[in-house]
Structures are given as structure tokens and as C-alpha cells.
């Protein structure tokens, strides 16, 4: 876990404070205070070149391994803002997750019973600045078929791929925004209950061969496609498999768009 770039920011309210204090207590030479405050700029200033000019290259990668510790199910919470990501199955016997997180991650593991529970975030890097996004936050990790999971993912202005046709996901939750985000829906999981939403982006859904499928969308100005042939309307939003009600593997998939399109085939 990693937090950058706060150390500088401190200091920065540090030397203020300490000004405003010393400026109260008139302390400080006659204009003194007039003068701090351009050199604060310049710092500040400096501090952004320097940073601009050093994050020209690629974005660091941290490799992340997060161990199943011998539970049955998992929650899986993902905090993803700007850039790309990529999640598939590939976790490592006995692993959790296990992946690349380039621009960094912070993440916090603990055990609820039986039960896994990971957050995955992007590092804070104290006061925002122009170089935090160059080079891409692009996560790429694998995660466990062993358990069942629940899935919570609430994304940025990405581009996100969501594969979980290997993994055995019960629940999936995702809010995404100015985004494109392809999803491919659990093969054999059984029942996965899904929610969507999605701001101003485009969504992408397959459901496997074999899969049954229930569909209810709502929304605003939204462009909404679903493959009538295997998915037939059975209401004004619902679309619906005809052996939705007996199918072994089937997805209940609820979904909400404001201004983009969906898409489910």
C-alpha cells in the first residue's frame, strides 16, 4: 500500500500555519507575510513542474498477491477513477487476487467468518495535481475460481473489462461514469444477480452460451440494444429468456443508464 506525494502538502500547511501564527503574534519583520506567500506559489509551482517533467515515463507497476486464508466466499470492493481496467479469473491456488496495478494501489484485506472481504483503491496522493493521472492508473489482475463472489466496482472515466465468464460470481454491483466498460457474465455460477449503473458511456454485456437471462432496464436518453432472439421482451424493460425460470446457470440483471448506450447479447 502506498500514499504519495502527501509529505510535500504537509509541509506546505505547515509553513502556513506557521506564518498565519507568527503574522498574529506580529512576530515577523514588517511585510514579511506579503513576501511568504509568492515564495509558497513558487514552491508550489516547482513542485508541479518538477512532478510533471519526472511521471513522463511509464507508471510504476505493483505486483499485488492478496491470499484467500482458507475462506469459502469473497467480497471483492474495486475504487477505480481514471485509465483502464482489466479483471479475469488467473488467481493462483489459494490466492485471492493476484495482478499488476500500474500508477499504484492501496488495498485492505481482513476476515468477516467465512468470508474474504478486499478493498482495492487508488492511492491518495494528498492534494490532486497534474501529473497524478499521467501514465495511466491501468490495473490488470486475476481473480479466484475456488469461492464464490460477490463483486463491487464503482469506476471513473475508464475503460474497464470485466471478464468473469470463468469465475463463480453470485453478486455483481457496478457504477460507472463517462466510461466503456465490456462485461462477460459468469458461465457457471448458477444465480448471479447483477446491478449496472452507468453515467454517460457505453456498456457492453454478454451472457454465455447456455445462460439464461432476465433483463429489466431503465434510464434517460439512453440507446438500449438486447438480442431479442434469445433474450424475448416480455414487458416494456424486461427482456427474458423462456427458460429462465428452470435454467441451472441464469443472470438477473438490473440496469439503470442516463446517457449512453447499453448493450446485452
Not at 451472457?207 to 416494456?236: K, M, N, Q, Y
Request: a neutral charge.
Amino acid at each position: 500500500m502506498r500514499r504519495r506525494g502527501g509529505w510535500f502538502w504537509g509541509v506546505i500547511l505547515l509553513v502556513v500555519g506557521v506564518v498565519f501564527l507568527l503574522d498574529n503574534f506580529q512576530v515577523l519583520p514588517g511585510g514579511a507575510g506579503r513576501v511568504i506567500w509568492p515564495v509558497v506559489i513558487i514552491l508550489v509551482g516547482a513542485w508541479i513542474l518538477w512532478g510533471a517533467l519526472r511521471r513522463r515515463g511509464p507508471a510504476e507497476i505493483e505486483h499485488v498477491v492478496v491470499p484467500l486464508e482458507g475462506a469459502s466466499q469473497a467480497l471483492i470492493k474495486v475504487r477505480h477513477g481514471a485509465g483502464r481496467l482489466n479483471i479475469h479469473a488467473g488467481a493462483g491456488a489459494g490466492e485471492l487476487i493476484n495482478g499488476d496495478f500500474a500508477g499504484g494501489v492501496d488495498y485492505r484485506s481482513r476476515r468477516e467468518g467465512d468470508r474474504q472481504e478486499v478493498k482495492l483503491r487508488v492511492p491518495e496522493d494528498g492534494f490532486p495535481t497534474p501529473w497524478a493521472w499521467q501514465g495511466g492508473v491501468e490495473w490488470n489482475f486475476g481473480v479466484t475460481s475456488e469461492v464464490p463472489l460477490d463483486l463491487d466496482c464503482k469506476l471513473g472515466a475508464n475503460e474497464a473489462v470485466l471478464d468473469l465468464s470463468q469465475l463463480r460470481v453470485t453478486s455483481l454491483r457496478l457504477e460507472t461514469g463517462a466510461s466503456k466498460t465490456t462485461i462477460a457474465m459468469p458461465a457457471s455460477a448458477g444465480l448471479t444477480r447483477a446491478e449496472l449503473h452507468s453515467g454517460v458511456g457505453a456498456v457492453i454485456v454478454t451472457i454465455p452460451a447456455g445462460v439464461a437471462a432476465r433483463i429489466h432496464t431503465t434510464g434517460g436518453l439512453s440507446d438500449v440494444r438486447v438480442d431479442t432472439a434469445r433474450f424475448p421482451r416480455v414487458g416494456e424493460k424486461t427482456y427474458q429468456s423462456p427458460d429462465y425460470a428452470e435454467a441451472a446457470n441464469r443472470v438477473d440483471l438490473e440496469t439503470e443508464t442516463g446517457v449512453g448506450s447499453l448493450e446485452v447479447h
